[in-house]
């Protein structure tokens, strides 16, 4: 069952009930203003941090799920009876609902009783606001007067704090309303120098900034008392709940409709210059005035939506492909690349299932959030790969994460999760092979922030590199340390106490516990160390890197080994996890994708056989799942993974994650079939159909579905922030289809399924321009094996590096 439909032309995923099974959500804002939205008009806004700086209140978990957001009442004034374009908060039941998620915006209306609303919300590009569109259309034979209320509930800017001190936050509430502006300011009398805004470009009727005037005592936003009288008092809040809300009364004509522009916003102002007069308490406002003077006009407002607009246009450009599936096509050309340049923006911060109050940048999910937006904004990747850089320890470990205001490591979680030192040297990679930009390389880099450490970048790999080799175990895996990709497998903490954390807590330090998953990722990023190294004349650390490589890769497939598969790990008592000798978890899915996708097994039949119990324990039609068979009781010894019940998250959920780690395995294996079989099961847009099993968006990937051993097979959770972006977007994009950056030029190396004949593909690259078209015959799964650049033939399949920018090439490949 399906709740909407895709328009591919529009770039727009239209939903056409309000009544999703969870709430739809979008995203506004690309730089620094950020909000969420959901289909029903739910969600808030903030700036930069969506803790420390947010503008507007947003109830999680409520019920409904979905509550606060940018609501639009109307009120018909002859008959008193209102409702909400959006469906939500008031729940009428309207006509013609329809919410249009696009890129960047959100499109909500309907109609209700010949009263259509539609609200455009965007975040024009550059700009610290967003900007509320809203057309009102009389769809009657006879004139209509009706009022329009426009509603925010303000945050008090740290939204822990604004979630829990209550005996403070009830009294330091200020607003001031000039001109009809609506500027929130708590605490801009003390240390703050920052304050939001709401404008409109209609003339008020009235407004209000205190929210029980506006919704009356023991009422909710379904039914405000001012909308219901049709008439605000003009509150002005002192202390409780700040809002916004301005009334504005429209006098339609029949087939008439009228255009009203709300702007929501932030503005700093510098500390000295922060009152008008100096010496007053009043905002001075002479920096926001001409913002929202300018924003106000429909003209600025529609530029600045085409100019959004073109934005995307141009930075999807760089990669489009036409492959006769739609599946692959819309999620390649739109959402699937859309969702890298969400994650990239808002790492783990806020969804409907993050917060934007808990987790900062992780260090190993920023890595890998790179792969999959690094052709897009390479120049910010660079600035990314810098700020992540700094954060590493000396001894070449990691902070786990970083904090987005001052980009510094977290104390709190610290570091030793022993995977995310390589995976630097994989974002680098990934870097270097898109750009070919090797100065990044040379670029002074401090440790831990700390000044007068810096040494170049290209230290800081090495570091990586020798950060695992100074941490292996009995076996000469690498330890594992608090825990590796699998934040839940925490072998080195036995935890008995409720609340304790399983990933800060080390109550068993000091032991022997290793990881297979890390001995793979150790030889993918020492391969990528020593490439790297070659390219930067360092003949030593081409060996170091290489020899390590290739000891690791035989210590995997010795100690790594379990018959038919890879290993998970070994515990801190030397036994083996993900073995066929476990009753519970005897197999792991990280090992397989990971050592596979590293090489190894693929040249003596390891591969082969890994991938062969991946299909049979592991794989589902709902994708392939973590684990199996599920933990089905605490084991003290492994840690949190144990604690979910079975078939949810890292226990035997499908962790999309990992899922293209195994297409890509596939792929490399020669089994283009199963490659892409496993892709379109968890493709969000093949799952459409099943909206109602599904119940997450269909235009975007969830961090996890439920696995075959939950009641709740194949429903997804945590959509939009997840490695799941990235990592699939690399697969079918580099693997599947095969159109692949590497260091000395782009590779065409697609693995397709037997009944495809082709596709083709539009790339920039290094800034110049490839149209490639690869022929197949249908039947064939072979490799590329003729290429021609504009008409001539080129030995074996990797398009040299461009000369200079402003090339066009037309290239042909021929897989037989
Ligand atoms: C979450 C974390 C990621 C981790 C994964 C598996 O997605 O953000 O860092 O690798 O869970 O535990
Ligand atoms: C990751 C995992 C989650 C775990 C968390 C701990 O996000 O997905 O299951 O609880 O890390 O920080």
Redesign the pocket.
């Known amino acids: 069952m399906r709740y909407g439909h895709f328009d591919d032309e529009g770039r727009e995923y239209v939903i056409t009930r309000p009544d999703t099974p969870l709430p739809w959500i979008n995203y506004l804002g690309s730089e620094a203003y950020f909000g969420i939205i959901s289909n029903t008009a739910g969600g808030y806004s903030f700036y930069r941090d969506a803790r420390l700086r947010r503008l507007t209140r947003y109830r999680y978990n409520n019920a409904p799920l979905d509550l606060g957001g940018r609501y639009v009442y109307l009120r018909d004034d002859e008959s008193g009876e209102y409702f909400s374009p959006s469906w939500q908060p008031t729940q009428r039941e309207v006509d013609d609902y329809s919410c249009r998620h696009g890129l960047g915006y959100s499109i909500i209306g309907s109609s209700y009783k010949g009263i259509r609303g539609e609200a455009l919300y965007f975040v024009p590009l550059g700009e610290n606001l967003e900007i509320w569109r809203i057309r009102v259309t009389n769809d009657r034979r006879t004139p209509a007067k009706v009022s329009l209320f426009d509603s925010v509930e303000f945050c008090l800017w740290e939204a822990l704090e604004d979630n829990t001190n209550f005996q403070r936050n009830y009294s330091t509430g200020q607003v001031e309303v000039e001109d009809g502006v609506i500027y929130h300011k708590t605490e801009y009398r003390e240390r703050r120098d920052h304050f939001a805004f709401f404008a409109c470009s209609a003339p008020l009727a009235g407004f209000e900034t205190q929210r029980d005037a506006f919704l009356g005592a023991y009422r909710g936003w379904d039914r405000p008392i001012a909308v219901e009288t049709g008439k605000a008092s003009d509150s002005i809040a002192h202390g409780w709940q700040p809002m916004g809300a301005h009334h504005v009364k429209l006098d339609l004509a029949p087939g008439e409709t009228r255009e009203v522009i709300v702007l929501l916003g932030y503005q700093e102002n510098p500390r000295d210059d922060k009152f008008d007069p100096a010496g007053s308490q009043t905002i001075n406002k002479k920096r926001v005035k001409p913002v929202i003077a300018r924003y106000l006009q429909p003209a600025a407002v529609e530029k600045a939506f085409t100019d959004l607009r073109d934005h995307w246009t141009n930075m999807l450009g760089i990669l489009q492909v036409r492959t006769g599936s739609e599946h692959v096509d819309r999620m390649v050309n739109i959402w699937n690349a859309y969702q890298c340049m969400v994650t990239f923006n808002l790492s783990?911060s806020a969804s409907g299932f993050e917060s934007g109050i808990g987790?900062g940048m992780g260090f190993r999910d920023s890595n890998q959030d790179l792969l999959g937006f690094v052709h897009m904004v390479p120049t910010r990747a660079r600035e990314r790969i810098l700020d992540i850089a700094a954060t590493q320890l000396p001894t070449g470990g990691a902070y786990h994460q970083y904090q987005p205001l001052t980009k510094r490591g977290n104390n709190d979680v610290g570091g030793g999760f022993n995977d995310d030192p390589a995976w630097l040297v994989l974002g680098v990679a990934a870097y270097l092979k898109e750009t070919g930009d090797t100065s990044i390389l040379d670029e002074p880099v401090p440790y831990d922030n700390k000044p007068d450490t810096e040494t170049p970048l290209y230290e800081h790999l090495q570091r990586s590199i020798q950060y695992t080799l100074d941490r292996v175990g009995p076996h000469g895996l690498p330890l594992i340390g608090r825990a590796d990709w699998n934040?839940?497998l925490n072998l080195n903490c036995f935890s008995e106490t409720p609340g304790e954390?399983?990933?800060t807590t080390e109550n068993k330090g000091g032991g022997v516990a290793e990881s297979v998953f890390v001995g793979g990722l150790f030889v993918l990023a020492a391969d990528e160390m020593a490439a790297i190294a070659r390219r930067h004349g360092d003949e030593a650390e081409v060996k170091l890197a290489t020899d390590a490589s290739a000891s690791m890769t035989k210590i995997v497939e010795t100690a790594g080994w379990d018959g038919s598969w890879f290993r998970r790990a070994y515990d801190y008592f030397g036994r083996v996890v993900g073995s066929d000798e476990c009753p519970e978890g005897s197999i792991f899915i990280e090992p397989q994708g990971m050592c596979i996708v590293a090489g190894i097994g693929l040249q003596n039949g390891m591969a082969d056989k890994a991938l062969a119990s991946v299909a049979e324990r592991l794989a589902t039609p709902h994708g392939i799942v973590l684990n199996n068979p599920a933990f089905t009781y605490y084991h003290l010894e492994l840690g949190?993974i144990s604690t979910?019940p079975e078939g949810y998250?890292?226990n035997a959920g499908i962790?999309c994650h990992t899922n293209p780690w195994i297409m890509i395995a596939e792929a490399m294996a020669g089994h283009p079939d199963k490659a892409l079989d496993y892709y379109m099961r968890i493709n969000p847009s093949a799952r459409e159909e099943i909206s109602d099993v599904h119940r997450c968006e269909p235009y975007v990937y969830a961090?996890?579905i439920a696995g075959k051993d939950a009641p709740t097979h194949g429903e997804a959770k945590?959509s939009w922030l997840s490695g799941t972006a990235a990592w699939n977007f690399v697969a079918i994009s580099q693997w599947i289809l095969g159109i692949r950056a590497e260091y000395d030029g782009l590779r065409i190396d697609p693995a397709l399924p037997a009944d495809w004949d082709g596709f083709s593909v539009t790339r920039r690259f290094r800034g110049a321009r490839y149209e490639i078209t690869v022929h197949k015959p249908k039947g064939a799964v072979g490799r590329v094996t003729r290429l021609t650049v504009d008409g001539r033939a080129v030995p074996g399949n990797l398009l040299t590096a461009p000369t200079r920018p402003g090339q066009s090439f037309v290239v042909e490949a021929f897989v037989e």
């Open positions: 783990r987790r934040d839940c954390s399983f990933q949190e979910y998250k890292e962790f961090q996890m945590n």
